[in-house]
């Protein structure tokens, strides 16, 4: 009589985290999230004072890479286009002279605009973008990084849009950006799809009045808030959080 045998389940040992199914679904999930930071939303971190006060040194924003087109991952080729970069929009984007830096700067000039600066002065298709002194209330340049002191500070009407500039009282070493592109009362023309862009700190900035325009294409999106901030004193060690400024948005 013969007797039946009960099966028993072999127990597989399970994938090591180094084994390729594992390193295989690790890729694909890299894959995923530099995709999503191409094409979708990206962080940027903020070093530079050429915005201020508008964006902070130490400002860690949001970028919304879908605010214009979406584009295949990887490269600059738009699948989709559904929106045109505004004027006073602040954008992220490749710096011209060397694409692989990102800057961020506000557009002033859209494609075919007449561009002028007089006297400190923007003049958009010979209209002046009139500024209203804001002296008055200086907070928002309490823990700006570059001397707040020497800047004075006004609130600049660009179309729509009333932000921040703040220039130096006496000249700087950077005032004469503001006099080659264009030259001082000369108008630049802007060619088309491309943008002529500006830092709020206008004496602080290098821009197109330095070297020229940023092509459509280069134009990575646009820069929605705040994320979180800190900075740190001169001469201080800590960090310090501005709590006020999470979740900012940005205009």
């Given at each position: ?15 090591g ?8 679904q ?26 201020e ?12 890479k879908?605010?214009?087109d ?6 600059d ?6 929106a ?28 075919g ?11 958009i ?22 001397n707040?002191?020497?800047?004075t ?9 009333d ?19 264009p ?8 060619p ?10 206008r004496?602080?900035?290098?821009d ?19 994320m979180?901030?800190?900075f740190t ?12 400024r999470f ?5």
């Open positions: 009589m013969s007797e039946e045998l009960e099966s028993v389940p072999s127990k597989k040992a399970k994938p985290f180094f084994s390729p199914e594992n390193l295989r690790l890729a694909i999930f890299l894959a995923l999230i530099l995709a999503f930071r191409w094409s979708v939303a990206s962080p940027y971190h903020v070093p530079t004072a050429s915005m006060p508008t964006i902070k040194v130490g400002d860690r924003l949001l970028a919304w879908l605010a214009y979406v584009k295949v991952p990887f490269t080729y738009a699948l989709m286009t559904w045109a970069p505004k004027r006073g929009d602040i954008i992220v984007f490749k710096y011209p002279k060397e694409p692989d830096v990102d800057y961020v700067k506000r557009i002033v000039g859209l494609p605009d007449k561009i002028r600066v007089e006297n400190n002065l923007l003049y298709n010979g209209n002046v973008q009139e500024r209203s002194d804001h002296d008055n209330d200086r907070s928002i340049l309490n823990d700006i990084h570059d707040p002191d020497i800047k500070l006004t609130v600049e009407k660009l179309g729509d849009l932000h921040w500039v703040i220039q130096d009282k006496v000249s700087s070493p950077f005032f004469s950006l503001s006099m080659k592109y030259s001082e009362g000369g108008e630049y023309t802007v088309e799809n491309s943008y002529f862009v500006m830092g709020d700190n004496d602080n900035s290098t197109s009045r330095s070297w020229g325009q940023v092509p459509r294409d280069y134009i990575k999106g646009k820069a929605l808030f705040v979180w901030s800190m004193v001169d001469d201080g060690f800590l960090p310090h959080l501005r709590w006020d979740g900012h948005s940005l205009r």
